[in-house]
T-cell receptor
Framework: GQQLNQSPQSMFIQEGEDVSMNCTSS?????WLWYKQDPGEGPVLLIA?????ELTSNGRLTAQFGITRKDSFLNISASIPSDVGIYFC?????????FGSGTKLNVKP | KAGVTQTPRYLIKTRGQQVTLSCSPI?????VSWYQQTPGQGLQFLFE???????NKGNFPGRFSGRQFSNSRSEMNVSTLELGDSALYLC???????????????FGEGSRLTVL
């Protein structure tokens, strides 16, 4: 299916640093979702966003639904080693879900 | 409440064989979708079922098929397996997002298929 534009593809950071990643699309979405996936496991839903401009937090994670409804970003503050994994976004409209290609996060202790 | 359950978690098959994967959605979720995930291609949509009907289909050959039962449980089948079918197959469930309501998508842990 259609892929969202997610960046960066990978990040190498030091423990304690903040991280930011984003997804953009040419299409408007009604919902933006952010997932984390560990190797060999299924994606786990981190945050769901439903309204343009909405800013939602889940612990050290904060995500925003862009006001144009065509983009979203995810921030992770004060990263820790267990944040390692692949993060990807999903957008939903017209009964379909579209996915970003993922951001691989590496955290160095 | 219990999450999305997929079985088996791991399986090894040889070329030409067929495989059936099973998925039990979250209780109350009526939409079940299937995805193939490979390192190079990311998440690729296979198909989506709602009320035992296939509602959407991705661009996969006819060797890939699925069905949904009246209790919303779903199975997917891949016939005449090829080496390139080796992948993590993910099932996801959601409340019916029709009618203008947007939904959340919950994934199972996946079935890791290796074709030798």
């Amino acid at each position: 299916g259609q892929q969202l534009n997610q960046s960066p593809q990978s990040m190498f950071i030091q423990e304690g640093e903040d991280v930011s990643m984003n997804c953009t699309s040419s299409s408007i979405f009604n919902t933006w979702l952010w997932y984390k996936q560990d190797p060999g496991e299924g994606p786990v839903l981190l945050i769901a966003l439903y309204k343009a401009g909405e800013l939602t937090s889940n612990g050290r994670l904060t995500a925003q639904f862009g006001i144009t409804r065509k983009d979203s970003f995810l921030n992770i503050s004060a990263s820790i080693p267990s944040d390692v994994g692949i993060y990807f976004c999903a957008g939903h409209n017209f009964n379909k879900f579209y996915f970003g290609s993922g951001t691989k996060l590496n955290v160095k202790p | 409440k219990a999450g999305v359950t997929q079985t088996p978690r791991y399986l090894i098959k040889t070329r030409g064989q067929q495989v059936t994967l099973s998925c039990s959605p979250i209780s109350g979720h009526r939409s079940v979708s299937w995805y193939q995930q490979t390192p190079g291609q990311g998440l690729q949509f296979l198909f989506e079922y709602f009320s035992e009907t296939q509602r959407n289909k991705g661009n996969f050959p006819g060797r890939f098929s699925g069905r949904q039962f009246s209790n919303s449980r779903s199975e997917m089948n891949v016939s005449t397996l090829e080496l390139g079918d080796s992948a993590l197959y993910l099932c996801a469930s959601s409340l019916d997002p029709r009618g203008g309501l947007s939904g959340e998508l919950f994934f199972g842990e996946g079935s890791r298929l290796t074709v030798l």
